[in-house]
């Protein structure tokens, strides 16, 4: 018995056969019956300048004071100074106007139309500003619950004013709760782990692994950016393991690099280990 | 047919069970697998210069799902329609599913809580029973990455399921 892999829908063997299936057949003549012209390359988010300028320009937006005084449940649409809800097409649709707000202002928005969801943004690393990081559903097992998170118009820029970040949520998301990403102020933490070297990542083109700390700080440094480090230790078991409340030993310059990570604007946090850890 | 099509017509049945499992796995309902599987593979041939040969190209489209799945959870409200009759055939996998894997409760939904990045590592470990190195390449990231990844993930996989009560020895969070 294994738990996880029960935890499957389907194992890849129970789809013998599916490709030669009629569906299967009929959306293969579909795609190579186009020319297989390049796709135009999506524009990523850009890295804020400041999130001074995201909160002006979300302050611009923001419209005082709760629009529509219904009593709890029976409004379609609300509005406070954070955050706007509407009923369309059969979703709810929760505009965030002010992405730094008292979480409590998100919940009293829901509250007004009839929904018990909790809505906590964090401060993200720029690629995961609209993200949900995680989210839990208060329905039964099997019961779906639809919530999507993205930024309207799509792909806009956060600190343009008419960039917005949109929840959508279905009719029966009540008992719902959503971490999502939202812009970092320049001293926050992230609060979720991207790995720095991607591209558009901090260390975009940069290789760090299985460099010592000195190469890679000189490398850092001359990016204009500041280290944070998060020392890797051997387990008992051989395994590697990370001490979250034991980060502050001083770190070698000829100790190893693991991985850079996003810490927040403008720092990197480097994973590193004392030992030269050998790759299988 | 061309030769790049033909090409393209191999891989895809070489690779169509494995990224349809892929998606199903991922989808509470045919037509979000549907969509999956059809844009992933509409993906492929619009870079079809890029595709790479034998098991690299299962790998490669992983991640192109990989990516298909973040969009449009990114976007549910755009659902496309390019594929009804592989909506039909999705619907009939779907229904002949056994309802057993949804008995697992308290596990079913720690598993669901964690976050995306670490159920999708532990999820490339359990479901698609890939390796560091594969995983690695579906990420696009390192194997060192991978490997603290999946040690942070199981961790917290681990520590959810102490407090949700469940005492799982049987999990299958080691790469095969």
Partial sequence: MNELR?????????????????????????????EPVKE?????????????????ALAAAVVLGPSILNTPGSATS????????????????????????????????????????????EPASPRKVGEIFQFGTGGDVGEQTTIGFDSDPKDCKITDPECTLVLTLSQNASGAWIKAGRPAKPDEPYSNSSQATQKDGSLAGYEVEDKQVSEVVAEVERRGLKVVYQIVEP??????GMNPNAQSAPVGQDWWVWDAEEAQLGVVRLLVSKEHVIRK | MSTQAERFA???????????????RRC??????????????????RRADRLPDGDEARLWLYGVARNTLANHRRGQLRRQQRSAELNVDLADLYSRTPDSSVELGAIARTFRELNDDDRELLSLVAWEGLDHAQI?????????????????????????????????????????
């Fill in chain 1, 235 to 240: 387990q008992p078991d051989g395994g590697h």
């Fill in chain 1, 78 to 121: 609300y509005a406070n100074a954070a955050m706007d809800i509407k009923l369309e097409n059969g979703m709810w649709v929760a505009r965030i106007k002010d992405p730094f707000a008292d979480p409590a202002k998100y919940e009293e928005a829901f509250h007004a139309v009839g929904l018990e969801v909790k809505l906590q943004l």
């Fill in chain 2, 136 to 176: 690695a390449t579906v990420l696009g990231v390192s194997r060192n990455a991978v490997r603290i990844r999946l040690h942070r993930a199981r961790k917290r996989f681990s520590r959810a399921l102490s407090k949700a009560g469940v005492t799982a020895h049987n999990l299958a969070m080691e790469s095969a």
């Fill in chain 1, 6 to 34: 029960q935890l499957a829908r389907v194992g890849d063997e129970d789809l013998a056969g599916q490709a030669s299936g009629a569906g299967a057949r009929a959306l293969l003549a579909s795609i190579i019956a186009e």
């Fill in chain 1, 40 to 56: 135009p390359r999506r524009r990523p988010w850009k890295r804020l300048a400041t999130a001074g300028v995201v909160t002006a």
């Fill in chain 2, 10 to 24: 191999e891989i895809y049945a070489a690779t169509y069970e494995q990224i349809l499992g892929y998606a199903m």
């Fill in chain 2, 28 to 45: 509470e309902i045919p037509e979000d697998a549907a969509d999956i599987v059809a844009e992933t593979y509409a993906t492929a041939w």
